[in-house]
């Protein structure tokens, strides 16, 4: 049996069926106004026609300046409640998409002509592929290794650009088991058309299953052999004269720049404090870390990442601050917690 043509594909995630209503809505109310606009030509066409020289042209009519007021202040004030109306729709339909659940599960993903390249924190990978629980959201942490992407998934109504030189991120909560399309809607070289893949959506016993299959070790484990092997540690101790902030408990938390201001910690910092460390540097350090953009690729600095969200506060001792770019000894800080970890040395800190 063939099966019925579809205006849209399944609807598969949370989201699908509030942006396919407020889709539908607007093609309505487009449908209804150009009806409108058409048919009030139509009427005007016949209703004031030109009329022939016998009868004489209609003219010097009467005209009610109360009606017209009315008039005006009809066609002005619905449009703008129905604008108004589907403005602040799409809003909170924009609001949920754009924050994720605090439970989502995290996967990476790194764009790359041309193919998705996506690693999930147990360190299991996968290339044109991504393997999802139903109902569970899930978080996705994106990055390009070249040119500009877009993560566009139809059957969950979610499409996201995918930037060279920072992270963006998407969610979404699949509520049908199955594969669905998963395309680059960026036009980005002579095999963009190629660059397509799935998304498999799976019983959360299957997944997990799924994920025991094996791996070489989960991505902070993977970041803390490559945080060794780059001579990190050498600056990054845990103690009062370390050369660079310590990482514990940085990922978060506020950091203080040398210029007074402050900025949290997320991915978007860690990444450029480890590829520029010089970009914020942070309070009480001088800018000695040096740069290792030419010895990782975008893999590597989400291990580091990995590795350096790893290592949640202990205490007291945890530090309130995030990894400055160059991290040396500046006089050592009396308040370690006020010199945050530079995620530089998660690239190798070493001097």
């Given at each position: 049996m063939s099966r019925p043509v579809q205006l849209l594909p399944d609807q598969a995630s949370t989201v699908a069926p509030r942006v396919d209503a407020l889709f539908y809505f607007l093609c309505g109310i487009s449908i209804l106004v150009s009806l409108a606009i058409v048919g009030v030509i139509f009427y005007f066409a016949v209703r004031y026609r030109r009329r022939t020289v016998e009868r004489g042209p209609m003219a010097g009519q009467v005209?009610?300046?109360?009606d017209t007021r009315r008039m005006e202040v009809a066609w002005i004030a619905i449009p703008l409640v129905v604008f108004l109306g589907i403005f602040y729709w799409g809003a909170k339909v924009f609001a949920t998409m754009s924050e994720p659940?605090?439970?989502?599960?995290?996967?990476?993903v790194v764009g790359k002509?041309?193919?998705?390249?996506t690693q999930h924190a147990g360190g299991q990978r996968e290339i044109n592929q991504l393997h999802v629980p139903v109902g569970q959201p899930v978080k996705l942490v994106m990055t390009s290794e070249d040119v500009i992407h877009s993560f566009y998934v139809p059957a969950f109504r979610v499409k996201q650009d995918v930037l060279p030189g920072r992270y963006t991120t998407l969610w979404f909560e699949a509520t049908s088991?199955?594969?669905f399309h998963l395309f680059c809607a960026e036009y980005c070289g002579t095999k963009h058309s190629q660059m397509v893949g799935e998304i498999v959506v799976m019983e959360p016993a299957a997944f997990q299953s799924w994920l025991g299959g094996g791996s070489g070790g989960t991505m902070a484990e993977a970041g803390e052999k490559r945080f060794g092997d780059l001579g990190c540690s050498t600056c990054h101790r845990e103690e009062a004269q370390a050369r660079g902030p310590h990482l514990r408990g940085l990922f978060g938390s506020?950091?203080?720049?040398?210029?007074g201001t402050t900025v949290v910690a997320d991915e978007s910092y860690l990444?450029?404090?480890i590829l520029d460390?010089?970009?914020?540097?942070?309070?009480?350090?001088?800018?000695i870390m040096p740069t290792y953009a030419s010895q990782l690729g975008e893999e590597g600095v989400l291990e580091l990442i990995a590795y350096i969200k790893s290592r949640p506060a202990t205490g007291s001792a945890a530090p309130a601050a995030?990894?400055?770019p160059g991290g040396a000894p500046a006089p050592a800080p009396a308040d370690a917690g006020n010199a945050p970890p530079h995620p530089a040395a998660a690239d190798g800190g070493a001097p």
């Open positions: 005209i009610d300046h109360e659940p605090a439970d989502a599960l995290t996967v990476y002509r041309w193919m998705w390249k088991i199955g594969n506020s950091v203080k720049l040398q210029d990444r450029e404090s460390p010089r970009a914020k540097q942070v309070a009480g350090y001088e800018p995030a990894p400055p």
